[in-house]
Nanobody
Framework: QVQLVESGGGLVQAGGSLRLSCAAS????????MGWFRQAPGEERTFVAV????????YGRGGVKDRFTISRDNAKNTVYLQMVDLKPQDTAVYYC????????????????WGQGTQVTVSS
């Protein structure tokens, strides 16, 4: 059974940092693009970032590229999202996604999704 399990979320003050992790099991994703989405209360899920197995990255809009960094460890089947200078508007459930095609991930149509991890940023 394929599983993507996120961790690392929590409550942090504005200006703080968090590092999210997404560990894949059940199959190897070492050659699959993996990405992050987030969904704030009452809003649609939005694309944050994606990384190919060779390390090429694409970030979503909203200035996240300036504060968020996506990375991966193929040997560990894990993708990370380092977030710094967090703002209250970053509060959301963050989801990990994986698919054979990075475009599919970016469009939010990935075949594999995690259950999400809550990030709450207080002002």
């Amino acid at each position: 059974q394929v599983q993507l399990v996120e961790s690392g979320g929590g409550l942090v003050q504005a200006g703080g940092s968090l590092r999210l992790s997404c560990a894949a099991s059940g199959r190897t994703f070492s050659r699959h693009p993996m990405g992050w989405f987030r969904q704030a209360p009452g809003e649609e899920r939005t694309f944050v970032a994606v990384i190919t197995y060779t390390g090429l990255t694409t970030y979503g809009r909203g200035g996240v590229k300036d504060r968020f960094t996506i990375s991966r460890d193929n040997a560990k089947n894990t993708v990370y999202l380092q977030m710094v200078d967090l703002k209250p508007q970053d509060t959301a459930v963050y989801y990990c996604a994986a698919d054979i095609n990075s475009g599919t991930v970016v469009l939010g149509r990935a075949a594999y999704w995690g259950q999400g991890t809550q990030v709450t940023v207080s002002s």
